[in-house]
């Protein structure tokens, strides 16, 4: 039984003259199909925007902010699976001679994600365990256990191996470490971010942020996995997949901006409660 999903945001930066943004703020092109309804994009003040794709397959809104406060927002209603993440205990790790070629990058170091110096550690810590899910789900039980949860930990430089030294993160971090530690085992493994909300599991009174995860390729596909949570969720709504936070920034400014409203929501709906859109 699929789910309608109510999401979207209302984003405010304040640049000092114009400046060229790029932004991943909407559900990914593959899910085009399931938004029920839509506000469409709103832009205050207005400009002239285009969406282009990026080498990864997302769609990237591209604008050129004013001087001065710009304000994105949408909202939107998205109908998903009401099952949580699938999972596969059966799932094998494929040897590297028979990756796809669209898996094959992903096991390639990346800005935050440093195998090369999260090599020696991974495999002291994974090396003897069993092969395929059996090895991943170790490796994401570890970074849960490993990291400490908190936003006043926030730091948008911080790396894999500066998490696994620091021992503290937000979403970003526990996905990049996981992502690190599986690729050091040629298991690859990439970033995803997008909404998430609070459905089945006990609310989180924290405001509503976006989420990271990653997805692993075991056997033939990628499989969704979260190491904050760690475990299967409902209503994931992706926006954009890559290597890690570099390739997939929610909002990029070629120059400096400042962030004076950020609001996003996700929450179980119907369409008969969601307002009247044009």
Avoid at 17 to 37: F, M, N, W, Y
Avoid at 144 to 173: K, M, P, Q
Wanted: net charge negative.
């Amino acid at each position: 039984m699929n789910v309608l999903i109510r999401l979207g945001y209302e984003i405010e930066i304040t640049c000092d003259q114009p400046t060229e943004v790029i932004a991943l703020l909407d559900p990914h092109s593959d899910l085009a199909g399931k938004i029920v309804r839509t506000s469409g994009l709103q832009i205050e003040p207005s400009v002239p925007n285009r969406t282009y794709i990026d080498p990864y397959g997302n769609s990237c809104l591209r604008l050129t902010a004013r001087a001065g406060a710009t304000r994105l927002s949408r909202d939107s209603l998205v109908e998903v699976e009401g099952r949580p993440d699938q999972w596969d205990e059966t799932a094998r790790e494929c040897s590297v001679s028979d990756l796809p070629d669209e898996a094959l990058g992903y096991l390639l170091a990346s800005r935050y994600c440093e195998t090369d110096l999260m090599m020696a550690q991974a495999w002291e810590l994974f090396g003897n365990v069993a092969s395929g899910w059996t090895r991943v789900r170790a490796i994401f039980d570890y970074v849960n256990s490993h990291l400490t949860f908190g936003y006043e930990h926030a730091r948008a430089t911080r790396t894999a191996a500066e998490a696994w030294r620091e021992r503290v993160g937000v979403c970003r971090d526990f996905a990049h470490l996981a992502i690190t530690l599986c690729r050091c085992m040629n298991i690859p493994a990439r970033y995803a971010n997008g909404y998430l909300g609070d459905i089945g599991v006990a609310p989180n009174p924290a405001p509503m942020d976006f989420n990271a995860w990653c997805e692993v390729w075991l056997e033939d596909r990628w499989f969704t996995l979260d190491a904050r949570h760690n475990e299967p969720r409902i209503g994931r709504v992706v926006i954009a997949r890559g290597r890690d936070a570099t390739d997939i920034p929610l909002i990029h400014s070629f120059g400096p901006h400042q962030l004076t409203m950020f609001r996003v929501w996700t929450e179980e709906a119907d369409e008969a409660g969601f307002p009247a859109l044009q």
